[in-house]
């Protein structure tokens, strides 16, 4: 039971629920701003930082490419996951150590390197969480990486929850639970973690159970969070729905040793992968490098910048744009807590319908980039016109999580798993990327000559319209990026169908009708 790629699935989900503090940035913020004296531009230049530590996971990449073809660690994965403790707890210990003054006010290229430790340990633990999923569900990489990277979205409102029960109002003392529960539950689970690559028929099934779990989470989540922006919580409705919520996240462990036992009693066929590389077909695995070198890297690369780094630029100055326009304290935290469970809906349903279309149509992944780019564009506008952060935040969300498991997903496709940790956490170097040009030289700079004409603080819509129109433009080249990425590798993904109908049919006749079927479609799309 301790190799199963069930339980192995059940503790990546457990250590993705805990480290995705990256996501509350919004909770601490002003306290970080006003104990260490910053002003915005200096505030989002320390977030920049953080977004650099979360996304740049090259180092991850490596050392899990290195532990795990070396003998010499066994598996080696348990490096992977020590490491990424080690950060996360010297990182956030010694943030709360300076918020709090028990060491002299650390200069801000200090706090800096600090807060990239705190964030730069999800990488560690995301990489291993991710690729294990992939080699344990090769036919269904869309979907198991939607479920690991759809936890980490929902693991922002789980930690806030938890602070509302037992920390609500001490925003430092959150820090310091930062520093410590989340290094605990990686510790503990890591040793259940290993890649026992296999394709059986009855993983789909177990694996939207997985899914469903993760939806009734989101809704919980999702009610929760309304009703504690209408009522006030006593203290004991705080530990009651946290408790409820725990349970919950407990809970995929009894479908695992569902799922285990179904195996035990009646092995499923084992069917050869559906998914198979353009690399794998001439037996050659594409490393960094090589990948870098393709015009498909570059696309894929382009279209992440425009909108994870205007997504990512949103979340992290969402205080401040609240308050711009008058939106109180409680509801600002709402929509801190909100876009957790509508970065969760995008990384998990990018995942899944990506599968779902991509098995049953052939429609490569790239298309579902380019269409959710599009829709951010329409929630900018909401946002930069409209000054309706409820709206606005609802489509930045969802399109902004959808990238973070339709990206890892194409590049395992068309680049292979052998070198997919370095690749994609070099791709995501795109987030941390933009963020700095979206936070610091756009919205950072406007809001503070903004706010200088004024006299110190800027209230009104004006204060981030321009930054808002500047974003919807910029997510109209994504659109093109990843329409063009779409277009240059259709016929590969229309390649994965035609084996899944040879497997499924075995007759010539359905296999050639689907095959008609996809260019059709395809047809259709290009005109």
């Not at 250590?15 to 915005?40: E, N, P, V």
Request: glycine letters at 8%.
């Amino acid at each position: 039971m301790e190799h199963s790629k069930w339980l192995a699935t059940v503790a990546g989900i457990w250590i993705q629920c805990t480290t995705g503090a990256t996501y509350t940035f919004g909770i601490y913020s002003a306290a970080l701003k006003s104990s260490q004296g910053y002003d915005q531009s200096t505030l989002d230049t320390v977030s920049v930082f953080k977004d650099i530590g979360a996304n740049i996971g090259i180092l991850s990449g490596l050392l899990y490419s290195a532990v795990t073809s070396s003998s010499r660690f066994g598996s080696g994965l348990w490096l992977v996951y020590l490491a990424g403790a080690v950060q996360l707890f010297a990182g956030y210990f010694l943030i709360w150590l300076s918020v709090t003054g028990v060491i002299d006010r650390p200069n801000v290229w200090l706090m800096c390197l600090f807060m990239f430790m705190a964030a730069h340990a999800q990488t560690f633990f995301n990489t291993a969480n991710v690729i294990v999923a992939v080699r344990n569900f090769p036919d269904y990489g869309g979907t198991s990486i939607g479920i690991m990277k759809g936890f980490l979205g929902l693991s922002g409102a789980i930690l806030i929850q938890i602070y509302h029960t037992l920390f609500d109002g001490k925003p430092t003392t959150y820090v310091l639970m930062l520093a410590v529960f989340p290094t605990l539950v990686s510790l503990a689970v890591m040793p259940f973690i290993h890649a026992n690559p296999s394709n059986t028929s009855n993983d789909k099934p177990h694996l939207n159970r997985f899914s469903l779990i993760a939806l009734v989470i989101a809704a919980y989540l999702m009610i929760i969070i309304i009703f504690q922006n209408i009522f006030t919580f006593p203290t004991w409705a705080h530990i009651l729905t946290t408790t409820i919520l725990v349970i919950m996240a407990l809970s995929p462990l009894q479908e695992a040793l569902t799922a285990q036992r179904s195996e035990q009693r009646s092995p499923s066929p084992v069917m050869a992968p559906l998914i198979t590389t353009l690399e794998d077909q001439n037996e050659v695995e594409m490393n960094l490098l090589q990948a870098m070198s393709t015009i498909n890297f570059w696309l894929l690369f382009l279209a992440m910048v425009c909108i994870m780094g205007s997504a990512l630029a949103t979340i992290n100055n969402i205080t401040q744009i609240g308050e711009s326009l008058d939106y109180s304290t409680v509801e600002i935290n709402a929509m801190v807590s909100l876009w957790s469970i509508w970065n969760f809906l995008g990384r998990f349903g990018g995942g899944y319908v990506s599968d779902w279309f991509l098995h049953r149509y052939g429609w490569g992944r790239p298309l579902f980039i380019c269409l959710t780019q599009l829709v951010t564009v329409a929630g900018y506008l909401i946002i930069g016109l409209s000054g309706n952060l409820y709206i606005g935040l609802v489509i930045a969300g969802v399109c902004y999580g959808s990238q973070w498991s339709l990206m890892p997903a194409i590049t395992s496709d068309i680049f292979g798993v052998k070198h997919m940790g370095t690749i994609f956490n070099t791709i995501a170097a795109a987030n941390p990327m933009g963020s700095y040009i979206f936070s610091v030289q756009v919205i950072g700079k406007i809001y503070d000559k903004e706010a200088h004409a004024t006299g110190g603080l800027c209230h009104g819509l004006h204060c981030f319209m321009f930054s808002y129109l500047t974003f919807a433009w910029v997510c109209a080249f994504g659109v093109l990026f990843s329409f063009i990425l779409f277009l240059r590798t259709r016929g590969f993904y229309a390649s994965i169908l035609q084996r899944r109908l040879k497997q499924l049919s075995g007759g010539p006749r359905i296999f050639f009708m689907g095959v008609r079927k996809i260019f059709k479609n395809f047809r259709t799309l290009g005109k």
